[in-house]
């Protein structure tokens, strides 16, 4: 059964910066395209950003690009997100997904909080 766990989350005010991490297990991590999804109080997920199985090819929302910034480091199954000038639109519950494809969200991680306040 896919495993993924999102760690990193956390308070930090605006302009701030965190990085998150997503670690794979149980599937050949080297095979999957990845992504990040967020979820913010009571609105829907939103799409932030995907990124190829090999790491050469990255996708972001309009929302977030230019500030977050998506790799993947296959040896270690491990998926980051490094967050820069965050604003407080930026507060939500921050998903990594794994899937065969850009837009595919075949499996799930359980999240982690990202808050973003002075």
């Known amino acids: 059964q896919v495993q993924l766990v999102e760690s990193g989350g956390g308070l930090v005010q605006p302009g701030g910066s965190l990085s998150l991490s997503c670690a794979a297990s149980?599937?050949?991590?080297?095979?999957?395209?990845m992504s990040w999804v967020r979820q913010a109080p009571g609105k829907g997920p939103e799409w932030v950003s995907a990124?190829?199985?090999?790491?050469?090819?990255?996708r972001y929302a309009d929302s977030v690009k230019g500030r977050f910034t998506i790799s993947r480091d296959n040896a270690k199954n491990t998926l980051y997100l490094q967050m820069n000038s965050l604003k407080a639109e930026d507060t939500a519950l921050y998903y990594c997904?794994?899937?065969?494809?850009?837009?595919?969200?075949?499996?799930w991680g359980q999240g982690t909080q990202v808050t973003v306040s002075s």
């Open positions: 997904a794994s899937g065969l494809s850009f837009g595919g969200f075949a499996s």
């Open positions: 149980r599937f050949t991590f080297s095979s999957y395209y």
């Open positions: 990124i190829n199985t090999g790491g050469w090819i990255t």
